[in-house]
């Protein structure tokens, strides 16, 4: 199951397998923000289609973050559309071996202390998270600056979750994709709410933590997370709620 909805004036958001793929449109064209798991390849091409584009009208590809099931379909995007593809040099090596990142925390334990998390990791593996495809030529973004694709986000570092890990702030839109740096659905506890990742897929939980700051410092109205619904009241609000909750 997959849902296509408008987030925000000119983005939209493809829901699929509790991954988050969004997209960008600005005179004619769109950037894709994170290309979520395999299986979501087709969905791609079906929701430009849906909102009045085709996938040539794809001008890039950045990635939040590096881990498997936001890359899932780069390999495609790649040999595909030939549209450069962006992503912090420092999860570049993450990017060419999906399956090696630092975490925190054993995750096979999870399941057994949050199994309401089952259904979200089951639906992940059933879209294809275990055989994502390692992939390399990816174009390094530097923290603070405006990017050259439809919408021109500015890049917020936000480090923890991963190494390179980066916001997209849209502030004529008053949007801030999160990636994983805040979601609203935890895949490893199932527990909703704003919050930093757990243990299971994060870096580095008090640099996660720390970054917040960096989010609260863009002001922005509507958070775009990675997994999750949409947050509508204020990245102010998020941050505190992620605060209070803290590493799991």
């Given amino acids: 199951m997959s849902q296509l909805s408008e987030v925000a004036e000119g983005v939209h958001r493809i829901d699929h397998a509790y991954v988050n793929v969004y997209l960008v449109s600005d005179g004619g064209r769109v950037l894709v923000v994170d290309t979520g798991l395999p299986a979501t390849w087709p969905l791609i091409g ?15 590809v950045v990635l939040t973050h590096a881990h498997f099931d936001h890359t899932g379909c780069v390999a495609r995007v790649q040999e595909r559309l030939g549209v450069p593809v962006w ?3 420092e999860d570049h090596r993450i990017a060419a071996h999906p399956y090696r990142y630092a975490h925190e925390n054993v995750r096979g334990l999870y399941p057994l202390r949050y199994p309401g998390a089952l259904r979200t990791l089951g639906a992940m593996a059933a879209a294809g998270a275990l055989r ?7 174009r390094p973004i530097e923290p603070g600056t405006q990017l050259p694709v439809p919408g021109s986000p500015r890049v917020v570092f936000t480090p923890g ?15 801030l994709i999160t990636g994983d740096a805040l979601v609203t659905l935890d895949p490893y506890t199932g527990k909703q709410g704003p919050q930093i990742v757990a243990g299971a897929a994060t870096a580095d939980s008090a640099q996660a933590l720390r970054s917040l700051d960096a989010l609260a410092a863009t002001g922005a109205g509507t958070l775009l997370p990675g997994h999750g619904e949409p947050w509508a009241w204020g990245v102010a609000g998020a941050v505190d709620q992620a605060r209070k909750i803290g590493a799991h």
Wanted: net charge negative; with cysteine.
């Fill in 46 to 60: 079906r929701a430009l289609r849906e909102i009045g584009h085709r996938p040539d009208d794809v001008a890039a």
């Fill in 87 to 89: 992503l912090h040099a």
């Fill in 132 to 138: 994502v495809p390692g992939v390399t030529g990816l």
């Fill in 161 to 175: 979750h991963t190494d390179g890990h980066c916001a997209l702030h849209l502030p004529d839109r008053d949007v």
